[in-house]
């Protein structure tokens, strides 16, 4: 599986951004996806994840309420919109495939993406 991840860039203090990851080389439609992120000396954290049908999410406590994720299927594309962004928020973004039909991709077993920089001035 190839995942394409774009949309990083550099925002404020409270701006927005979205960030896209197409996938090819399978059938994206049952496989559950999400985003991680990895910060300068840190491991890489769990951001969201979304179910294969789209139905179920979930969120980071430290993006809750800020950051929606969301897929089109028949894109075979997951979305990531990010607002009301924290100097915090600052890391490359990865988007994470399920290794497994039905599943949901985790820091320690997912496909990944080659990631996107998001960098929040303050």
């Known amino acids: 599986v190839q995942l394409q991840a774009s949309g990083g860039g550099l925002v404020q203090t409270g701006g927005s951004l979205r960030l896209s990851c197409v996938a090819s080389g399978r059938t994206f439609s049952i496989y559950g996806m999400g985003w991680f992120r990895q910060a300068p000396g840190k491991e890489r954290e769990f951001v969201a994840t979304?179910?294969?049908?789209?139905?179920?999410?979930d969120y980071a406590d430290s993006v809750k309420g800020r950051f929606t994720i969301a897929r089109d299927n028949g894109k075979n594309t997951v979305y990531l919109q990010m607002n009301s962004l924290k100097p915090e928020d600052t890391a490359v973004y990865y988007c994470?495939?399920?290794?497994?039909?039905?599943?949901?991709?985790?820091?320690?077993?997912?496909?990944w993406g080659q990631g996107t920089q998001v960098t929040v001035s303050s």
């Open positions: 994470g495939a399920a290794r497994s039909p039905y599943g949901r991709p985790n820091k320690a077993s997912a496909y």
């Open positions: 979304i179910s294969y049908s789209g139905s179920t999410t």
